[in-house]
């Protein structure tokens, strides 16, 4: 079970996300639910642990195992999301993830995955690119030109 819940207007979200980084790009995702660009990642299900969440969702949605390096933020945003007008309040644990040891980067710029019912558009997005395109979370187009050393607990009210 995922632990997300609505009520009313309001929704929470316990999230993971992976930071996929070659050569000065992010890798990004779409589909046909969002027209904006976010990142790989998912739902923590009850009982599991946030590192074990961002591995399942990579295997799931890249059909890779992709390698923690470390945990850079714990993001607590509050938003209006623009696909189901619900005002969220998520907790996002992001990964800096190392792929060295896959296939990803053999698959281009531009690939498409399948996941269960939903195609998934993957692309490698410049860091200076994420200033002019629809992307989420809005804190890391500033933020993914210097990473933090350290994991940072912050907040982000859109």
């Not at 979200?13 to 050569?23: E, G, P």
């Not at 969702?57 to 933020?73: G, Q």
């Not at 945003?77 to 644990?93: M, T």
Request: aromatic share 16%; charged share 30%.
């Amino acid at each position: 079970m995922d632990i997300s819940f609505k009520s009313e207007n309001e929704k929470f979200n316990y999230r993971v996300c992976a930071i996929i980084l070659d050569d000065g790009k992010i890798l990004a995702m779409h589909d046909e639910r969002s027209p904006y660009f976010y990142l790989p990642g998912g739902r923590v299900k009850l009982g599991e642990t946030a590192e074990d969440a961002v591995i399942r969702e990579t295997e799931e949605e890249l059909k890779i195992t992709a390698r923690i390096v470390r945990p850079l933020w714990l993001n607590q945003g509050f938003f209006k999301e623009d696909v189901d007008g619900l005002h969220y309040h998520e907790i996002c644990i992001y990964f800096l993830m190392d792929i060295s040891h896959t296939d990803l980067l053999c698959r281009g710029d531009r690939f498409f995955m399948q996941e269960g019912s939903h195609q998934h558009t993957f692309e490698w997005l410049k860091y200076e690119q994420l200033q002019h395109e629809y992307f989420y979370p809005l804190f890391l187009k500033k933020e993914i030109f210097d990473l933090p050393q350290m994991f940072t607990i912050r907040a982000e009210y859109e």
